[in-house]
T-cell receptor, first 113, second 111 residues
């Protein structure tokens, strides 16, 4: 069983839709949760990170963590064509520099104008 | 602030040949990572350096892959000899605290 599971999609939505991206994990040691965005032929770009359970909002993006269910989500409101990318969740047991990140497989999102 | 630099961006080689990738991390970032990303998958950590030292190379296929980090700054990743299954994007990342910053990657095709 993989430590981090993520639905690969592809997910296609119309512009303006609310998008929900999700990951589940099995390792209880994970405490720090990140979302990366990866455009085609580019490296991943850190979008948001959260610690433990709860919500964190940044503009049109909301990251949600439910540690009791081992489930994390990223919501995108008012989605735009520029949001079309692959979204990767990543998790770590420690906040210190050098802690290993475990990535999901990525969900490919297309927002249609 | 300049980002993580990688070269070359693309490389095509035949199996059993050797290849090397170069990475220059963000200035001041002590931790440097090399990842392998196969098409349709998330990045998989190959090796992690803290300054000059190796912190984690548990997933590095040491019979064919090697990496070094010179003077705690630039790093090179080498594959010798390459196999067909090594076709992937090789990503370099660096970090200061939590949150890794990735370079654009080197797309390797082994024929």
């Amino acid at each position: 069983q993989k430590e981090v599971e993520q639905d690969p999609g592809p997910l296609s939505v119309p512009e303006g839709a609310i998008v929900s991206l999700n990951c589940t994990y099995s390792n209880s040691a994970f405490q720090y949760f990140m979302w990366y965005r990866q455009y085609s032929r580019k490296g991943p770009e850190l979008l948001m990170y959260t610690y433990s359970s709860g919500n964190k909002e940044d503009g049109r993006f909301t990251a949600q963590v439910d540690k009791s269910s081992k489930y994390i989500s990223l919501f995108i409101r008012d989605s735009q064509p520029s949001d079309s990318a692959t979204y990767l969740c990543a998790m770590s047991a420690s906040e210190t520099s050098g802690s290993r990140l475990t990535f999901g497989e990525g969900t490919q999102l297309t927002v249609n104008p | 602030e300049a980002g993580v630099a990688q070269s070359p961006r693309y490389k095509i080689i035949e199996k059993r040949q050797s290849v090397a990738f170069w990475c220059n991390p963000i200035s001041g970032h002590a931790t440097l990572y090399w990842y392998q990303q196969i098409l349709g998958q998330g990045p998989k950590l190959l090796i992690q350096f803290q300054n000059n030292g190796v912190v984690d190379d548990s997933q590095l296929p040491k019979d064919r892959f090697s990496a070094e980090r010179l003077k705690g700054v630039d790093s090179t990743l080498k594959i010798q000899p390459a196999k067909l299954e090594d076709s992937a994007v090789y990503l370099c990342a660096s970090s200061l605290v939590l949150g890794q910053y990735f370079g654009p990657g080197t797309r390797l095709t082994v024929t």
